[in-house]
Nanobody
Framework: QVRLVESGGGLVQPGGSLRLSCAAS????????MGWYRQAVGKQRELVAT???????TYADSVKGRFTISRDNAKNTGYLQMSRLKPEDETVYYC?????????????????WGQGTQVTVSS
């Protein structure tokens, strides 16, 4: 069973920084794309940033220049460095990953979500 666990959320003042982590565990062979999403109450989940296994990144226009996605393939961990945070960045952030894992009858790729971590931007 594969699990994604986010950490690093919390309270930060406007203009401040936070670093989110997403640690994958289980019978993992490799991880393809990883991404970070966020979802405010009553709104659709939106893409924040993605990164391929080779390191190619994409960002939502709203976070370009402020957020940086990265990963450590050896640790099966992804990161989201968030800088110059704004009140509108406040919400729950979710990690997502396409994981190739061993299922008992062979390897397969499945998509997984973390449980989410709250980011609060307030003075």
């Amino acid at each position: 069973q594969v699990r994604l666990v986010e950490s690093g959320g919390g309270l930060v003042q406007p203009g401040g920084s936070l670093r989110l982590s997403c640690a994958a565990s289980g019978s993992i062979r490799s991880i393809n794309a990883m991404g970070w999403y966020r979802q405010a109450v009553g709104k659709q989940r939106e893409l924040v940033a993605t990164i391929t296994s080779g390191g190619t990144t994409t960002y939502a226009d709203s976070v370009k220049g402020r957020f940086t996605i990265s990963r450590d393939n050896a640790k099966n961990t992804g990161y989201l460095q968030m800088s110059r945070l704004k009140p509108e960045d406040e919400t729950v952030y979710y990690c997502n990953a396409d994981v190739i894992s061993y299922s008992g009858s062979g390897y397969r790729q499945l998509n997984y979500w973390g449980q989410g971590t709250q980011v609060t931007v307030s003075s």
